[in-house]
């Protein structure tokens, strides 16, 4: 009876220790299941995130980013931004990009310090966040009085997978308003009404004037990317100036 006891252990202790499907797999400092099921191969994204993603027999990259966790080596930035001349306050963030092709780009309004579409850009322009209550709130400007609060777009159907973000001078409120939390120094996003398989997953997606528009991606990372879109995470960072 004692063994099978032990095998019944043994194989429940393998069952915890495999990601689910889409679920994180690796990147620095990755503590959690490093293998994914039959079929599902643990795809490097950046440094700090690998993914399961459909293909593959289920095993784990073979390279380890820096820091630990399975993931890959950490990507080259071929940015050329600026550094930042603001000096971050204290309790604020700023929020950047972490990969190519958007390499420590910093969180802002698209028009600076002004309610209008959440972008990222370069560290000289960077704004500087805090959550609190559920709210993403950008810092009001020298001789300003008004924050800027994130508000998300609603879905319109169950075919619009990224939402758009935006600054407003009220705080997001009503249906569409969601949760903001720092899991780490990751910014996520969660909302009851949508299930993601990942509440941290970002698009970044260029206009015609070039404006790198910030998108809440509601599917998978990494897979199935809209045309003309890139993959992003973003980060606290909390440097005293915006660095490149």
């Known amino acids: 009876m004692a063994k099978y006891l032990c095998l019944a252990a043994l194989g429940a202790t393998v069952l915890a220790q ?15 299941p490093t293998t994914c099921p039959s079929g599902w191969t643990c795809t ?5 995130y690998s993914q399961c993603l459909p293909g593959g027999s289920g095993s784990s990259p073979t390279t380890t980013a820096s820091g630990g966790g399975s ?3 950490t990507p080259t930035s071929t940015s050329s931004a600026a550094g930042g001349t603001a000096t971050l306050q204290t309790g604020w963030n700023w929020i950047r990009a972490v990969e190519d092709p958007n390499f420590h780009q910093y969180l802002q309004s698209e028009v600076l310090n002004t309610a209008s579409t959440a972008v990222l850009g370069s560290p000289s322009t960077a704004g500087q966040f805090q959550v609190s209550n559920g709210q993403l709130i950008q810092n009001a400007p020298a001789g300003s009085s008004n924050m800027l609060y994130a508000v998300v777009e609603g879905r319109a159907n169950s075919t619009v997978m990224k939402l758009g973000m935006s600054w407003s001078t009220a705080p997001a409120s009503g249906d569409n308003a969601g949760t903001f939390v720092f899991s780490g120094d990751t910014l996520e996003w969660s909302i ?3 299930s993601r398989p990942q509440d941290n997953a970002w698009l970044v997606c260029p206009d015609a004037d070039g404006n790198k528009l910030l998108y809440i991606n509601l599917g998978p990372y990494n897979y199935q990317t809209p045309p003309g879109c890139a993959d992003e ?12």
Request: net charge negative; charged share 5%; hydrophobic share 25%.
């Open 71 to 73: 993931g890959g080596t």
């Open 44 to 48: 490097y994204s950046n440094a700090y």
């Open 18 to 32: 495999t990601a689910s499907d889409y679920g994180q797999c690796g990147g620095q400092g990755w503590s959690g």
């Open 233 to 244: 995470t973003i980060h606290a960072y909390t440097g005293a100036t915006a660095v490149s």
């Open 192 to 194: 009851p009404t949508i």
